[in-house]
Each structure stands twice: as structure tokens, then as C-alpha cells.
T-cell receptor, first 112, second 116 residues
Framework: RKEVEQDPGPFNVPEGATVAFNCTYS??????FFWYRQDCRKEPKLLMS???SGNEDGRFTAQLNRASQYISLLIRDSKLSDSATYLC?????????????FGKGTKLSVKP | NAGVTQTPKFRILKIGQSMTLQCTQD?????MYWYRQDPGMGLKLIYY???????DKGEVPNGYNVSRSTTEDFPLRLELAAPSQTSVYFC???????????????FGDGTRLSIL
């Protein structure tokens, strides 16, 4: 099992749709979780941290399920500008993947 | 706030040449990282550093070297450039306090490197 797994997509949705991404992780001792977005040919940028109780930032909601070892990102009322690749990041404790392990990303395309 | 600064932004090298990609951060982060990202692919960790004087190999260290003489700087060296090293290189930094939780990474703009 890979350490951090995401559905690669692409998710093609119309403007205004609600879309959800899931990410599973293998290390039950992980304590830090983040969602990043990456636009084409740009650097990844932090979208939001994920807290145990779940958290919301405008149209974006992140959830953590420790028992099942997955985190989710919900985007409501999708905008064209939400088109990007969304990266799940899980904190770890070193080794060949460092202390923050990135999933390969889920590509979202929002169409008019 | 400069954050993480990478230079150069673009470079074309000939096979066998060497070069150093520069990375500096002004956030006093203890951790720094180098990733490469090939077109349509995910990030791959090349090397990382947990503090000045300490470096560790990532998933794909072959063909690269790093050093961390100061908290701020983490240069990546390519000794004998090969076409397989054509990629976009991202430097990042983060703060990981002793006994605390991983904090998120901050990325530089990237260096686009072509080896011909």
C-alpha cells in the first residue's frame, strides 16, 4: 500500500457543482494533514490544513477520519478558477520520503 | 516577505555540464527540501535537510548533491547533467518543532531545467 493515495481523476464538473476528493494514508501515527493546490506549471500552494474536528474555509471543507485513515476535501459551488490539481499531504517522521508525504494529486477541471 | 527564493528560473544545459540550483528562505525554517516534477507526474523528493549541517536522501537522490551550511540556504548540485534530469525543480521549506507537529511547506517558484 502506498503511503498516500489519491484518485488521479480527472474530475470534470460544471460550474456550480459540488465535488469531493478523498485521500487515504497508511501510517496510523500520522498527525499532520494538509491540502495543497497546484496550477499547471506552478508551485504547490497550501490550500488548508486539516484538523481532527474538520474545518471549513469558505467553499472548502476538509475532514479527517482517523479510524479509516482518510482525509477528504469538499468544494461547493465550483468556480472555473478552482481548476487545478489538488494534492493531499500527510505528516510523517522522516525516511526516504521526508517528513511530509505528498500524494500524486487529483486533477479537477471545472467547465462553464 | 520573500519566502522561498529559487534561482535561476530557467536553464538549458548540455549533457555532461554541471550546475547549482540555488534556494534560500527567510522564514527561519529548520527543514528544507528539493523535489523534481516531471510533466504530468507527482513530486519526487530528491534530498531534504532537517537543519544546518544535516542532509538526507529522498526517493531519487542519484545524480544530485546538496549541502546545508546555513539555515537559509540549501543549494542543489548536478555534477554530470543527463537528459533524464530534465524536469522542474522545486525547493521548499517548513518548520518542524521538536516534539511538535509538522507545519506545512512553503515552495519556491521552481527552476525549469532542460538537458540537451
Amino acid at each position: 500500500r502506498k503511503e498516500v493515495e489519491q484518485d488521479p481523476g480527472p474530475f470534470n464538473v460544471p460550474e456550480g457543482a459540488t465535488v469531493a476528493f478523498n485521500c487515504t494514508y497508511s501510517n496510523s501515527a500520522s498527525q499532520s494533514f494538509f491540502w495543497y493546490r497546484q496550477d499547471c506549471r506552478k508551485e504547490p500552494k497550501l490550500l488548508m490544513s486539516v484538523y481532527s474536528s474538520g474545518n471549513e474555509d469558505g467553499r472548502f471543507t476538509a475532514q479527517l477520519n482517523r479510524a479509516s485513515q482518510y482525509i477528504s476535501l469538499l468544494i461547493r459551488d465550483s468556480k472555473l478558477s478552482d481548476s487545478a490539481t489538488y494534492l493531499c499531504v500527510v505528516g510523517s517522521y522522516g525516511g526516504s520520503q521526508g517528513n511530509l508525504i505528498f500524494g500524486k494529486g487529483t486533477k479537477l477541471s471545472v467547465k462553464p | 516577505n520573500a519566502g522561498v527564493t529559487q534561482t535561476p528560473k530557467f536553464r538549458i544545459l548540455k549533457i555532461g555540464q554541471s550546475m547549482t540550483l540555488q534556494c534560500t528562505q527567510d522564514m527561519n525554517h529548520n527543514y528544507m527540501y528539493w523535489y523534481r516534477q516531471d510533466p504530468g507526474m507527482g513530486l519526487k523528493l530528491i534530498y531534504y535537510s532537517v537543519g544546518a549541517g544535516i542532509t538526507d536522501k529522498g526517493e531519487v537522490p542519484n545524480g544530485y548533491n546538496v549541502s546545508r551550511s546555513t539555515t537559509e540556504d540549501f543549494p542543489l548540485r548536478l555534477e554530470l547533467a543527463a537528459p533524464s534530469q530534465t524536469s522542474v525543480y522545486f525547493c521548499a521549506s517548513s518548520y518542524f518543532p521538536n516534539g511538535g507537529l509538522n507545519q506545512p511547506q512553503h515552495f519556491g517558484d521552481g527552476t525549469r531545467l532542460s538537458i540537451l
